[in-house]
């Protein structure tokens, strides 16, 4: 009985101590510093477990054909590139923000399996700023995306570059024609202007 009772009074101190904690606002949630180094170990390894164990079950299609790359660069550079940054590119203000930072994704490209860059880049992670992509997009539209990034630990910035030119007109977020432009078959209309008022000429009447 005494062991039950010294076990009941350690929890009830342990949850009250961590409530303290909770509402005492000592714990720093801005964005601007870095976690604890075991706050980081702690979401870093339950990521990457609950990420191995849920994409297990997930079957990859046939991601070796080129076509298939090349109608996911376009989706990659518009989706993926202010966050992540590309071959030769710096992630965008907003990227640079993310705490924890957003990885190279080239290096998650080498470390993790396309079954488990197809269930991140669909589902997102909490708490890390990273979308769940699967919201908005099927699947058919995410695998090109996840076609392009196991290429590239093999790209740098110009080969990055060459393919983005060819693939013009391929993927979901192409920009065929960049707004406020005008094409020669539609030009811009332009205002017509107003018939000046006739002048009247007194010369011409009969007064009387």
């Given at each position: 009985?005494?062991?039950?009772?010294?076990?009941?009074?350690?929890?009830?101190?342990?949850?009250?101590?961590?409530?303290?904690?909770?509402?005492?606002?000592?714990?720093?949630?801005?964005?601007?510093?870095?976690?604890?180094?075991?706050?980081?170990?702690?979401?870093?390894?339950?990521?990457?477990?609950?990420?191995?164990?849920?994409?297990?079950?997930?079957?990859?299609?046939?991601?070796?054909?080129?076509?298939?790359?090349?109608?996911?660069?376009?989706?990659?550079?518009?989706?993926?590139?202010?966050?992540?940054?590309?071959?030769?590119?710096?992630?965008?203000?907003?990227?640079?923000?993310?705490?924890?930072?957003?990885?190279?994704?080239?290096?998650?490209?080498?470390?993790?399996?396309?079954?488990?860059?197809?269930w991140v880049t669909k589902n997102g992670i909490k708490?890390?700023?990273?979308?769940?992509?699967?919201?908005?997009?099927?699947?058919?539209?995410?695998?090109?995306?996840?076609?392009?990034?196991?290429?590239?630990?093999?790209?740098?910035?110009?080969?990055?570059?060459?393919m983005l030119a060819n693939a013009a007109g391929m993927?979901?977020?192409?920009?065929?024609?960049?707004?406020?432009?005008?094409?020669?078959?539609?030009?811009?209309?332009?205002?017509?202007?107003?018939?000046?008022?006739?002048?009247?000429?007194?010369?011409?009447?009969?007064?009387?």
């Amino acid at each position: 009985m005494k062991i039950i009772t010294t076990l009941v009074i350690t929890l009830a101190v342990g949850v009250l101590a961590i409530a303290g904690f909770v509402y005492s606002g000592l714990y720093d949630v801005s964005a601007s510093s870095p976690h604890s180094g075991i706050v980081a170990w702690l979401l870093s390894k339950t990521s990457h477990a609950s990420i191995e164990r849920q994409a297990r079950l997930i079957e990859v299609p046939d991601l070796a054909d080129e076509t298939l790359a090349l109608a996911g660069i376009s989706d990659f550079d518009s989706m993926c590139t202010g966050c992540h940054g590309a071959p030769g590119q710096d992630p965008e203000a907003m990227g640079q923000g993310l705490n924890p930072a957003a990885p190279d994704l080239a290096e998650s490209a080498e470390e993790m399996t396309a079954a488990e860059l197809f269930w991140v880049t669909k589902n997102g992670i909490k708490m890390t700023g990273m979308p769940a992509w699967g919201e908005t997009h099927g699947d058919d539209e995410l695998w090109p995306v996840i076609a392009l990034l196991t290429r590239l630990p093999k790209l740098d910035s110009a080969g990055y570059q060459e393919m983005l030119a060819n693939a013009a007109g391929m993927g979901h977020h192409t920009d065929d024609e960049p707004s406020g432009e005008h094409t020669h078959d539609q030009p811009a209309q332009q205002e017509e202007s107003a018939p000046e008022p006739e002048q009247h000429d007194h010369d011409t009447h009969e007064h009387h």
